[in-house]
Nanobody, 124 residues
């Protein structure tokens, strides 16, 4: 089992940047594919970005391609989400998720372990 904790959320103006971190504990994070999801008020949780166990493979939602970058440092058991050119519509609670084998899937049900989330607010 792995436990994940998100950090780095906050409030930023449109066009700004934030970097979210997801720290994993328990079984080493290198055993898991990792993903970031987000959920805005009144909306369903949606996929944002994913990364394979060793990191060479990444996949993104169309809405964040070219603006967000997912990366991982397995030595630190940490996954990052660099968010640039933020828009008000990026406002949401951002969740980190882990699963032994995702194979680039984007569905919420594909991920077994979840963090509690971190709030990101982008003002116009």
């Amino acid at each position: 089992q792995v436990y994940v904790v998100e950090s780095g959320g906050g409030r930023v103006q449109a066009g700004g940047s934030l970097r979210l971190s997801c720290a994993a504990s328990g079984r080493t994070s290198s055993s898991y594919d990792m993903g970031w999801f987000r959920q805005a008020p009144g909306k369903e949780r949606e996929f944002v970005a994913g990364i394979s166990k060793s990191g060479p493979t990444t996949w993104y939602a169309d809405s964040v391609k070219g603006r967000f970058t997912i990366s991982r440092d397995n030595a630190k058991n940490t996954v990052y989400l660099q968010m640039n050119s933020l828009k008000p519509e990026d406002t949401a609670v951002y969740y980190c998720a882990a699963d032994p084998s995702v194979y680039a899937r984007t569905a919420v049900r594909s991920y077994m372990y979840w963090g509690q989330g971190t709030q990101v607010t982008v003002s116009s």
